[in-house]
């Protein structure tokens, strides 16, 4: 087996938060329902299985889709999810782990952006970074072994776009 540290230093991986959601079930800290609350609708369905509108909907308002007028006075029953009140979601959030049975994991992982130029590794193509300026994802799994491989993933993708585009500027 790889040493995880090895894999981290290699890849530049660095998970900033780590979740264990079946501990969620008894109390959820702000920071972690604003995690939630800037997951993509894509994210929202993959981890947890729900939409924006579903989480909305559980509380007893309507969904503010943006599709329809909404007259001033009816304004409060239309909502978004940020606009719910902090203990709404916590609530929301502990129902949806618990009716979905998660037994995994949700971290926040991070991997600094890098900048290519033309000489460098094997394909030619050398880096620089810092860690002040990085992208941020969030990454579900059953085991932190999952997460980490879901994060060498998420990296490598994020470095054969960077190195691409780097190809491309430099054939303009």
């Not at 959820?28 to 997951?39: A, R």
């Amino acid at each position: 087996m790889t040493d995880p540290s090895e894999v981290f230093y290699e890849e530049d991986i660095m998970f900033k938060e780590i979740y264990y959601l079946p501990s969620m079930a008894s109390n959820i800290p702000d920071k972690f329902v604003d995690i939630v609350c800037d997951l993509s609708p894509e994210d929202l369905k993959n981890i947890f299985n729900t939409s924006e509108r579903d989480m909305v909907e559980r509380c007893g308002h309507d969904y503010d889709d943006g599709s329809e007028t909404i007259k001033e006075e009816d304004e409060e029953e239309y909502l978004k999810l940020p606009d719910l009140a902090n203990w709404a979601k916590q609530d929301i959030i502990k129902e949806i782990i618990m009716e979905q049975v998660m037994i995994g994991f949700l971290a926040v992982v991070n991997t600094p952006v890098k900048k290519y130029d033309e000489d460098g590794d094997e394909d030619g193509i050398g880096s620089t970074y810092s860690w002040g300026y990085f992208n941020e994802t969030r990454i579900y799994g059953n085991t932190i072994e999952e997460i980490t491989e879901k994060s060498v993933e998420w990296v490598k993708s994020l470095q054969e776009k960077w190195k691409l585009e780097t190809r491309e500027k430099n054939n303009e």
